[in-house]
């Protein structure tokens, strides 16, 4: 039931890129989801609070900077603390193929990175989400 | 020759929207407003170019943008490439600085030196240009939020080092209203936003009169989804936004138009995008001289860096890109701009590696050298397709400008968020038609290998060490300059920029007395407030 589903889309961190979130965000709202952009620099208290507030099952985050294994890795704790854990977590952007290991070990879910078809996010959302 | 009807063929039609025929002749010409428009290169509308000699002179200036870490590495970045016959810097700041915060900041986490070099206090500046000639180099800071601080910094160092500033040449990008459109460092709401850009062009106006203090970009605005000509148009429409804010505030059109110029993007259609450059500064030339009434026929130039768009390389076969890079070039040359920049090839990935930089670098050199852009102006005047496109581009950037005046303006149009929502949803759109391979991207959606080889990209190391370093400089310098100073100065830029007034010259002794960037946008926030992003879809 995708009606059902409530995602939060971040932009964490100071990247200002945010073409890539904003076509992803249309995407999935057009797929049939509900989705919460945040829009740009939000602090990992300020995500994970979103998340809690929002009661969302999904947390899409996009990166552009580099920064995303400290931001993650920030993030990750927060969730745990608020037992959000649960929370289906998906993370695009400028991700080099290297990173993606630490990411999974985080808590990450899933790795879009540039160049991944839009249909692709969408099948692993109707998959998995929880 | 009557227009021949090729029902056969697959219609063509260029990203600004224009039917492209199969052939063009004179009648093309005349029909979409005559040869009249073309005149001569340094004449009015300059169509053909802003200088009578273009490169036959002087080659356009080399500018690739270059800066991370800390002020040291960068700094031995800029040797390398002035060493390698760069005629131009371009500094690359990190993510902290551009949004105005110090290295120590909670906000700042991971993000030290990571895209750009860090900035905390004027100390980073003086290391940053050691041994650089800045008479001969000129230097351009690409920040725009804490712009004034920054170009103060600047100012500061090169005082310091004995440079004159009213003979200092150089220019900052300093245009925040494009940073709400694409981009995204803004700090500060709207409104005060523009009044710190007026502040630091009536300060150049008295005190630096050879520095450009605002470079508008169209640049970003196409990446993040406008046409070719929305990006002019707007473009246009921000910076006489800023003009008629400064005119508002008392100074003379001819007192500083002169000194503005712009950033463009270049990907996509050759040919639309040497039509696009030849028709907006014809463009620009005529608003100058209709509606600002200019004078001095500098302040009717529109001079640009014009450079190899990142939106137009792949992430696939990334090789490629070198490829691209080097017909960006070529376009760029045959528009006639001022400063030519090019992304390396491998910065879908990275941080340029210094092979790559070197490759942008040789791409340009090799026009210059080997094949003749440099022996003649224009040289792609005259053509009917080029002349024709160059009308029809026209009257298109100037209709698209109309459209935006008459719903309000583009400051009104930007705070409400509806110009990021249009290009927004074009960049979708775009998205689309490259997945379903109806916009044709070789390596990306066709001349896919069955097995695709392995990139051949090496990562810029990014050194978690650099922030600890940078961190601790900082707290040399607090723990060196005058405290009470120090206080006093940003008391007084707090009251200065509370009662409206021009707070280039207290920023300019803040930064003297090394305040750091952090305690400036603190200042700022406190009298102006920090903007809230509209968000619509």
């Known amino acids: 039931m995708t009606s059902a589903v409530r995602i939060l889309f971040a932009k964490p961190g100071l990247d200002g890129h945010d073409v890539g979130a904003k076509v992803v965000v249309r995407a999935l709202m057009d797929a049939g989801f509900e989705v919460v952009y945040t829009g740009l620099r939000k602090t990992p208290e300020e995500i994970v609070r979103r998340v809690c507030d929002e009661d969302a099952n999904v947390l899409g985050l996009s990166i552009l900077s580099g920064s995303h294994v400290p931001i993650c890795r920030r993030i990750g704790a927060l969730l745990l603390e608020n037992q959000r854990e649960d929370v289906l977590w998906i993370v695009g952007g400028n991700i080099p193929q290297r990173d993606h290991a630490a990411l999974y070990d985080i808590g990450v879910d899933a790795v879009f990175a540039v160049g991944t078809p839009l249909q692709t996010i969408v099948d692993f959302l109707r998959e998995n989400v929880p | ?537």
């Open chain 2, 1 to 537: 020759m009557s227009r021949q009807t090729h029902a056969d063929l697959k219609e063509v039609i260029n990203e600004s929207g224009i039917v492209i025929q199969p052939v063009y002749a004179s009648e093309d010409v005349e029909a979409s407003g005559g040869w009249d428009g073309i005149g001569k290169p340094g004449e009015f509308p300059f169509t053909r170019g802003i200088h009578e000699l273009m490169y036959r002179q002087r080659p356009w200036t080399m500018r690739q943008y270059a800066g991370f870490g800390t002020p040291e590495e960068t700094n031995e970045r800029f040797r390398y490439l002035i060493a390698n016959g760069q005629t131009g810097l371009n500094v690359a700041f990190d993510l902290p600085s551009q949004v105005g915060l110090d290295s120590d900041d909670p906000a700042a986490l991971g993000e030290v030196g990571r895209v750009g070099m860090a900035v905390d206090t004027l100390k980073d500046f003086e290391i940053a240009f050691e041994g650089i000639d800045l008479a001969r180099i000129t230097v351009s800071l690409t920040i725009n939020g804490p712009a004034v601080t920054l170009i103060a910094m600047y100012f500061a160092m090169a005082q310091k080092r004995g440079y004159d500033v009213r003979t200092l040449r150089g220019t900052a990008q300093n245009d925040i209203l494009k940073e709400f459109i694409g981009r995204g460092t803004w700090v500060f709401p709207v409104e005060p936003s523009i009044k710190l850009v007026g502040d630091t062009i009536l300060y150049c106006a008295e005190y630096a009169p050879l520095y450009s203090p605002v470079s508008v970009c169209g640049y970003h605005i196409r990446e993040s989804g406008a046409t070719p000509v929305q990006e002019m148009a707007y473009a246009f429409c921000i910076a006489r936004a800023y003009i008629d804010h400064v005119l508002q505030r008392g100074l003379g059109i001819d007192e500083f138009a002169s000194r503005l110029s712009f950033n463009f993007d270049i990907h996509g259609n050759l040919f639309e995008q040497v039509a696009k450059f030849r028709a907006a500064r014809r463009l620009w030339a005529k608003l100058m001289k209709e509606q600002y009434h200019t004078e001095d026929p500098r302040s009717t130039w529109m001079r640009m860096i014009a450079g190899g768009g990142g939106g137009g390389l792949t992430i696939e076969q990334p090789e490629n890109n070198i490829v691209r890079s080097a017909y960006y070039a070529l376009i760029s040359a045959l528009s006639g701009t001022q400063t030519m920049a090019l992304c390396s090839f491998d910065e879908a990935y990275t941080i340029p590696s210094e092979k790559a930089a070197r490759i942008s670098l040789r791409t340009m050199q090799i026009l210059i050298e080997e094949m003749g852009l440099c022996d003649t102006v224009d040289p792609l005047a005259g053509s009917y397709y080029v002349e024709t496109l160059t009308n029809q581009m026209e009257e298109r950037i100037r209709a698209t400008m109309n459209a935006v005046d008459q719903e309000g303006g583009i400051v009104r149009a930007i705070a409400e968020g509806r110009i990021q929502n249009v290009v927004s949803r074009q960049a979708y759109e775009r998205l689309k038609k490259l997945e379903s391979g109806e916009i044709r991207k070789v390596g990306m959606n066709c001349y896919r290998m069955e097995e695709e080889e392995d990139v051949q990209v090496g990562f810029h190391p990014f050194k978690e060490e650099d922030c600890a370093t940078q961190i601790k400089r900082l707290e040399q310098v607090h723990a060196e300059r005058d405290k009470e100073r120090v206080g006093r100065l940003l008391e007084q830029l707090l009251a200065d920029a509370r009662a409206g007034r021009n707070v280039m010259p207290a920023v300019i002794e803040s930064v003297k007395a090394y305040a750091t960037v952090g305690e400036l946008t603190r200042c700022f926030v406190e009298a102006y407030g920090k903007y809230q992003e509209p968000v619509c879809f």
